[in-house]
DNA sequence: TTAGTTATGTACTGAATAGTATATAACTAA
DNA sequence: TTAGTTATATACTATTCAGTACATAACTAA
């Protein structure tokens, strides 16, 4: 497919429009982010959010989009990153809390949890999104374990896909209590504890 | 206080009208909720929601807090109920799958996970009443497992408070899945494995 | 240059929004 | 009965909303 382009081309890169929508989104929730604070924040005019996009609907599954599909969720990347599994289990839990206590009053939690999944039932194409960026998430953290296995550095026997579900489960009640505004010490102080039983 | 009545009374039952909110925002969102489809599904006028409860977010705050202290929430009665404390975890893992999947398209997942989490950043008020609700259901769980170390039915050295939460956190993610369109079945897979951990 | 194409800026539209004014109905207390 | 009080019903208002028409600016291809 040889691109052609012909005509004006677009004054702003899409993706880092993209990103501040994710925090529009984030902090005001789908409905409560009009389209005034949409272009506001993204800089850019109501025409060209449209035609780009298509409507708000548009933007907002491209977001969707984009937050699953970026490396960029820390805990998921660090969990990876980290040689040792006992210590990568515990970066992942730690970097859960950070993540969702660092950002701003609005952005507390996360994304998915706190913002996308109440319109999971309300705005076509959301739920499907969502699943997917559940299922992808447990694979993930699944394959991992799975390579510890084949290492040796894991018991034969142990249940990675139920390990990787439990690990991305306990992630959403941290992002619940940070949303509550319940502090990130008070919360590292079961880390320890969970790490030792998602290894046990 | 003495009450004394004066005038026509209210023709409606505050309790069923506030039951019927929770059920509208918790498909539609606080800011996807109009006043109009509030008062359609209450069956009032707009004059008596706005005499009732002030505006919007009066009624917002009314349905949290009768969530938080009604005594409808299927999987912590079903915990408290069970006689043997292995039952009782498991009843409350297997009433989350059920109470998070049971309900219609717009109601899957948690009230609070899923609706309310939302604008704990947006509404005054909203995040105070989370985080009470969170903590209440700690202690709540935990006063259970206390109770069973009385009666020698777990260890001394159980650590009531961690299990407590953890219970709570797996929940969370019980809620997300449910949302994103995740079958009961699948989830009541790692029932079993589950509460064999929680009481490890 | 020039024709064709696309993005942007301004200004707008009709619909939906939260909240209210006013009149009336229905109750209580005496 | 009657005066006082409160809920309801209808109808309204001012605002905000998502989405768009139209003129203009800026680019590409030739």
Redesign the pocket.
């Known amino acids: 497919m040889a691109e ?9 890169d899409i993706d880092v429009v993209v990103d501040a929508a994710i925090e529009v989104f984030w902090s005001k929730g789908y ?1 409560g ?5 949409l272009t506001q924040a993204l800089g ?5 959010l ?3 996009f298509k ?3 548009g933007l907002y599954l491209r977001a969707i989009e984009r937050y699953i599909s970026s490396e960029e969720c820390p805990p998921l990347v660090e969990f990876e990153a980290e040689t040792d599994i006992r210590k990568a289990v515990t970066a992942f839990m730690t970097a859960s809390i950070d993540y969702a206590t660092k950002k701003g009053d609005g952005m507390l939690g996360c994304f998915l949890s706190n913002c996308v999944s109440t319109n999971a039932g309300e705005i076509e194409g959301v739920q499907e999104l969502l699943r997917r960026a559940i299922e992808e998430t447990d694979k993930r953290l699944a394959k991992r374990f799975e390579l510890e296995k084949a290492n040796g550095n894991l018991p034969a026997d142990f249940p990675s896909q139920a390990k990787a579900k439990l690990m991305f489960d306990l992630r959403q009640g941290i992002a619940l209590r940070a949303r509550a505004g319940i502090s990130a010490p008070t919360m590292k102080s079961d880390v320890e504890q969970r790490v030792a039983m998602i290894l046990a």
């Open positions: 052609i382009k012909v005509g004006r081309p677009r004054e702003f409905d982010a009009s389209i005034s604070d850019i005019t109501r025409p060209s449209y035609a780009a409507d708000k609907r």
